[in-house]
């Protein structure tokens, strides 16, 4: 940390995560927090605890997001700051929890300094931002700008069948409806980059110009079952078999198309699902990722048509819904000049670039100015166990966190 008048305690920061990271372990170092679980409850009591202790105004809203306020001079819209603490299954322990944390932190230096700023801060926490639990992702902070409906939200299923209604009230943090957020001044999210690029090229922050537009999709393939002994291979409608070429066909198409496409087969189902009969439906995701929208959603065109087309040719039925879409997300061109400004001004490295990955921040995006400061993934990886960033690294994000929120404190956005 270099010339500046104050920086977060990294100490305290680093045992706040450690204390996350001891929540919902699993081995290889990873978490497994899945949104509305009983991990994820006992790191919401947690949470809670600490914004208390913090002296903040708690409010939870009817998607279980929590909000922890500290008072302004004036009663002026506040700026928020958060990310999420859900995990995928196999999650790291940063993603999403470093955003939140590192909020708490700029929270605890400005109580340990006595600044009392001109506007309130908010640190929040959203739920269900991984969508691995409950499809699609979002769903907080989508909720809460008014994205998607408390119905939708609330009658979302996990594989289990179980609602995001019934597991949000069986874990206690179903709170009061309340009306989409809106009048606030700006909302920065800190977040690790989930990529290579800032390790790459040796930079110590990234300055995310927005976030790259998706399409999650379902596709169900059916055949005809049979017996897997007695079935001659020529008399035989694999579902399985079609659906795998019909993988080599995506990746083929994908990588031609344009290198900055990503096309990823997550989540797969077939059935029966018994070593010896023959599937007769597959069920399986598709991830269409790009940071133009009119090459995802060609591509996207083009693609339901040859598929349609490779199961017909053999009747296959071909069924695909359309599970969730978000258009390319451009933050704030104020907000990112200010990130960039306190970055130098710390004499830190800087590479403006946008998120492959989704974040709340995109759906804040839609209702205030907004960005995000990213910091290194070593590897640039992450969805993985063995995630990972430098302390020198959550220490420098969690300071230009600190610096961004005091000067937006003192500067009129608009
Ligand atoms: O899907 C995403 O990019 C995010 O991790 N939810
Ligand atoms: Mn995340
Ligand atoms: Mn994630």
Same mark, same amino acid.
């Given at each position: ?51 208390? &202790?913090?002296?903040?105004? #708690?409010?939870?809203?009817? %998607?279980? @997001?929590?909000? +922890?306020? !500290?008072?302004?001079? /004036?009663? *002026? ?38 600044? &009392?700023?001109?506007?309130? #801060?908010?640190?929040?926490? %959203?739920? @269900?931002?991984? +969508?691995? !639990?409950?499809?699609? /992702?979002? *769903? ?43 009048? #606030? ?61 019909? #993988? ?167």
């Amino acid at each position: 940390m270099k010339n500046t008048k104050i920086n977060i305690d990294f100490n305290r920061l680093k045992a706040t995560l450690e204390k996350s990271s001891s929540i919902g372990t699993i081995p290889g170092d990873g978490l497994r927090r899945l949104a509305l679980s009983e991990e994820d409850k006992k790191m919401r009591d947690i949470f809670l605890n600490w914004m208390k &202790e913090a002296g903040l105004e #708690i409010r939870i809203d009817e %998607f279980g @997001n929590m909000f +922890g306020r !500290r008072a302004g001079k /004036a009663n *002026l819209t506040p700026i928020m700051i958060g990310s999420h603490l859900d995990t995928q299954p196999n999650g790291g322990r940063f993603d999403g929890v470093l955003g939140v944390l590192s909020a708490l932190e700029v929270i605890r230096t400005l109580n340990d300094q006595q600044i &009392e700023t001109n506007r309130p #801060i908010e640190v929040v926490n %959203f739920t @269900n931002e991984e +969508g691995a !639990r409950f499809e699609p /992702a979002l *769903l907080g902070s989508g909720g809460a700008t008014g994205i998607f409906s408390l119905d939708y939200v609330y009658s979302r299923t996990d594989i289990d069948g179980k609602t995001f209604d019934s597991e949000l009230e069986h874990i206690g943090y179903k709170g009061e409806k309340q009306s989409p957020l809106s009048n #606030i001044h700006a909302f920065i999210e800190l977040h690790i980059e989930q990529g290579p690029i800032l390790e790459n090229e040796k930079k110590e922050i990234g300055v995310v110009q927005g976030v790259k537009g998706m399409t999650w999709m379902e596709l169900k393939v059916t055949g005809s079952g049979g017996h897997a002994g007695p079935t001659p291979m020529n008399l035989r409608k694999d579902a399985l078999m079609k659906v795998a070429n019909m #993988i080599v066909y995506l990746e083929e198409k994908a990588k031609q198309w344009d290198e900055n496409l990503s096309v990823t087969i997550g989540r797969m189902h077939l059935s029966p699902g018994v070593v010896n009969c023959i599937p007769e439906e597959v069920v399986f995701s598709l991830d269409i990722r790009h940071v133009k929208d009119e090459i995802r959603e060609q591509f996207i065109k083009e693609t339901k048509q040859d598929l349609q087309d490779m199961c017909e040719q053999e009747q296959f039925q071909l069924s695909i819904t359309d599970l969730w879409q978000v258009s390319t997300t451009h933050f704030h061109s104020k907000i990112i000049k200010k990130i960039k400004e306190v970055a130098e001004e710390l004499d830190l490295s800087t590479r403006e670039l946008y998120s492959g990955a989704g974040h709340d921040a995109k759906y804040m995006s839609d209702i205030c100015p907004t960005g995000m400061i990213f910091l290194p993934s070593i590897g640039g990886i992450s969805h993985v166990e063995h995630e990972l960033s430098l302390d020198s690294d959550i220490e420098n994000a969690a300071n230009v966190l600190l610096h961004t929120v005091l000067k937006l404190d003192n500067e009129q956005i608009k």
